[in-house]
């Protein structure tokens, strides 16, 4: 049974069909890198698994999430556990005025996770890991290069232990010593029980992930 799945999903605006019967099933433990030209839809199929579109439940009933052994519609889902399970990456992470560490705190203070506890050591770990010191922690976001705000938005994410993560070319701006620690990370919280869907334009990052290749093109998926 796969962890996510869509069937014939459609979606269209008034004068473009953005996405065309797309169909596919993504498995426990996968890697997908996800390819097409620019404007094929990469984006907005993301964005559509992600409910971050405006979607109605004829097709959201077209998503499917692995929900402890059941496959239940997105629809089904409240938004809340939905959106915990599958994180969205965007190229340009939004993140707060003020410190790194009120950026990795600030999800703790929406209700959906009030009940769980802030692990400093986790992500001191972390960006030992990616080359940072503990001061790291402390610095300004607005003193931060794009590749550390990059850092910063994945750990904010990761340490809530998605089970779907979906990359929206989050590495495309960034030199290629930062984008394999960043993957590095990616590759460190994924296991047998999670997936992942990339997308990329740099066919080496590909290899690096070891991933499946799905292309779109013109809004159809080929898988
Ligand atoms: N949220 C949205 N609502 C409506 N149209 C959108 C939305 N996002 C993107 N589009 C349009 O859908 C088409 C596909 O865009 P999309 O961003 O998915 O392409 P892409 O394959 O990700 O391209 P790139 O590789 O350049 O990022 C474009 O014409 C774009 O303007």
Redesign the pocket.
């Known amino acids: 049974m796969p962890l996510l799945a869509a069937t014939a999903l459609s979606y269209h ?1 008034p004068d ?1 069909t ?1 996405l065309d019967n797309v169909s596919f099933a993504l498995h426990h433990g996968q890697k997908v890198a996800l390819v ?12 559509a698994l992600a409910d ?2 405006p979607l109605d439940s004829a097709v959201t009933d077209r998503i499917m999430l692995n929900r402890n052994g059941k496959l239940t519609s997105l629809s089904q889902i409240p938004p809340p556990d939905y959106r915990s399970a599958v994180a969205l990456f965007h ?1 340009t992470p939004s993140l707060s005025d003020g410190t790194v560490l009120d950026n990795l705190t600030a999800p703790f203070g929406f209700k959906y996770h009030q009940n769980k506890k802030f692990d400093k050591d986790w992500h001191l770990q972390k960006l030992a890991t990616l080359g940072k010191n503990d001061n790291f922690i402390d610095q300004s976001i607005h003193e931060l290069s794009g590749g550390e705000r990059q850092i910063v938005s994945f750990l904010r994410t990761l340490q809530f232990n998605p089970t779907v993560a979906l990359f ?2 989050t590495t495309s701006a960034l030199d290629d010593e930062t984008a394999h620690l960043l993957m590095r990370l990616v590759l460190d919280w994924h296991d047998d029980t999670k997936a992942l869907i990339w ?1 990329t ?1 740099t066919p080496s990052e590909q290899q690096a992930l070891g991933a499946d290749l799905w292309r ?1 093109d013109n ?1 159809v998926l080929a898988v």
């Open positions: 605006t473009r953005l097409g030209r620019s404007g094929s839809g990469k984006s907005v199929l993301l964005q971050l579109l190229q929206d070319e997308v334009h779109m809004g």
